[in-house]
C-alpha cells in the first residue's frame, strides 16, 4: 500500500512538471510566432515606405522626405525607430532616437550598426541618378521587443511563484512535523511522570531499610537526573524563560553526574570550579541537556579509552563552554551535517541528539554551537558560545 501510495505521488509530480513544461513552452511558441509576425508588418510598412519614397522621387524629382503625404505615412502613429541617411551617411530624418545620438558620430555609427543587424537597410533610389540614393536604417519597436521578452518575464513570474508554493508547503510540513515531535515529547513527560513518582516513593522506603544507604544516595542521584530530563521533555515547544545562571556551576553540576557514570578507562577533566565565576541567561534544565549530549557523544568517540575535557572560557561579551575528547575524530566535510536531523555515524539511535543541541542553543538561548576543531584519529572539540552577563 504504501509503495503504490509513493508511486502515484511521483507519476502525480512528473505530470504536474510535464504539464507546466509543455504550457511554458506553448506560452514561448505562440509568443515567438506573434513577433514573428508582427516583425514581418514591420518590415512590410518600411518597404511601403521606400516605396512611396521612390514614387515621390520619380513625380517630383526630389523632395520626396518633405512632402507631406510622405511625412504623415513615415511619422505619424509609427512606433518602429529608423534613421534615412543619403549615401554619404549623412541623417535626412529620424524616429524615436534620441537626439543626442544623431549628434554625436560614434553613437550614431554604433545605432546604425545595431540597426543592421536587427533588419537589413532598404535604399532608396532616385530614378535620374544611380549615385544618388536614401538608405532607410531601422530597428525593432518597443511592442515587437516586449513580445521577444514577455514569455521569459512570464516564465520567471511563474518560476517565483512554484518556488514560494514550495516554501509555503516546506513551512507547514515542517511546522506539522514540529508540532508532532512537541506533543511526542511532551506525553513521553507525561508517561514517565508515574513511574518516576513510584521510584520516589521506593527510594523512601529503602531509605527505612538495613540496605547500603550510599547506594540509596546513588539511586535517588538518578532518579533526580531521570526528573530534570522529564522536566526538559515537557519544556520542548513551550516558553522557556532565561534567568542569569553561574555557568561554572550549571555546567560543573552535569559534569559531576557525567563523572560518576563513565568508564574507569575514560578521564573528564573540568576547569570550571578552579576559575572566576562567569555568567549567561540560559534555561539551565535544557543547558545542562546540551552539554550531557556533548559529553555523551564524546564518550561514543571514545569507545571506551580516552580523555574528556570541558573547558570554559570568555571574554568581554561572550562565554565559550568546549568539550573536547581524544576520539576517532570527524570528517571535516561532516562538521555541519552532524548537527542535522537524522545524521549518525552509530549503529543505533536517530541522529537527534547534536540536532537538538543545536536547535536549543540557536533558537533558545540566541548561542552558536559548531565544532571549531577536529581530526581522525586525534579528537573533536565543539564549542558552545552564549552571550555573556554581569550581576
Known amino acids: 500500500m504504501k509503495l ?3 508511486l502515484f505521488s511521483f507519476r502525480h509530480r512528473v505530470v504536474v512538471i510535464f504539464v507546466g513544461v509543455a504550457l ?17 508588418k514591420e518590415q512590410h510598412d518600411v518597404v511601403l515606405w521606400a516605396h512611396a519614397m521612390e514614387r515621390v522621387n520619380r513625380d517630383a524629382q526630389g523632395g520626396a522626405l518633405e512632402d507631406p503625404l510622405v511625412h504623415d505615412l513615415i ?10 541617411t543619403n549615401q554619404d551617411l549623412e541623417v535626412l ?9 544623431i549628434d554625436h558620430p560614434d553613437l550614431l555609427r554604433r545605432q546604425i550598426d545595431r540597426f543592421t543587424e536587427e533588419n537589413p537597410p532598404l535604399p532608396v533610389r532616385f530614378w535620374w541618378s544611380a549615385d544618388h540614393y536614401h538608405i532607410i536604417f531601422y530597428g525593432k519597436s518597443r511592442l515587437l521587443k516586449s513580445l521577444y521578452y514577455f514569455p521569459y518575464v512570464q516564465l520567471l513570474v511563474i518560476t517565483v511563484f512554484v518556488v514560494l508554493g514550495f516554501i509555503a508547503f516546506r513551512s507547514s510540513k515542517h511546522d506539522e512535523q514540529n508540532r508532532v515531535w512537541i506533543g511526542l515529547a511532551k506525553e513521553t513527560a507525561h508517561q ?37 530530563i522529564v522536566d526538559r521533555f515537557s519544556k ?15 555546567v560543573g553540576e552535569s559534569v559531576m553526574y557525567f563523572r560518576k557514570r563513565i568508564p574507569r578507562n575514560v578521564t573528564l577533566d573540568y576547569n570550571g570550579l578552579a576559575i572566576a565565576p562567569v555568567q549567561a541567561s540560559i534555561n539551565a534544565a535544557l543547558f545542562e541537556w546540551v552539554v550531557e549530549n556533548l559529553m555523551k557523544n564524546s564518550l561514543d568517540a571514545l569507545q571506551g579509552h580516552g580523555a574528556i575535557d570541558v573547558r570554559i572560557s570568555s571574554d568581554d561579551k561572550h562565554v565559550m563552554i ?3 575528547d581524544t576520539g576517532k575524530g570527524i570528517p571535516k566535510g561532516n562538521w555541519k551535517r552532524i548537527f542535522e536531523p537524522g545524521f549518525t555515524t552509530k549503529t543505533r539511535g536517530w541522529g537527534l541528539g547534536l540536532s537538538l543541541s543545536r536547535r536549543i542553543v540557536e533558537e533558545y538561548h540566541q548561542g552558536r554551537i559548531a565544532v571549531v576543531d577536529s581530526e581522525i584519529g586525534r579528537g ?6 552564549l552571550k555573556r552577563t554581569f550581576a
Open 236 to 250: 520542548i515547544g513551550s516558553e522557556t524563560p532565561l534567568t542569569p545562571a553561574n555557568i561554572n556551576e550549571v
Open 322 to 324: 568546549d568539550v573536547k
Open 24 to 40: 511554458g513552452a506553448l506560452s514561448l511558441l505562440y509568443t515567438n510566432n506573434m513577433a514573428h509576425r508582427l516583425k514581418e
Open 4 to 6: 503504490s501510495r509513493a
Open 93 to 101: 530624418e529620424s524616429h524615436l532616437v534620441p537626439d543626442r545620438i
Open 75 to 84: 511619422s505619424n502613429n509609427n512606433n518602429i525607430p529608423f534613421i534615412i
Open 380 to 385: 573533536t572539540t565543539i564549542r558552545i558560545t
Open 192 to 228: 514517565l511522570g508515574t513511574p518516576t513518582s513510584s521510584l520516589l516513593g521506593w527510594i523512601e522506603y529503602l531509605r527505612t531499610q538495613q540496605v547500603d544507604q550510599s547506594a540509596v544516595e546513588e539511586m535517588q542521584k538518578d532518579l533526580t537526573h531521570l526528573m530534570k
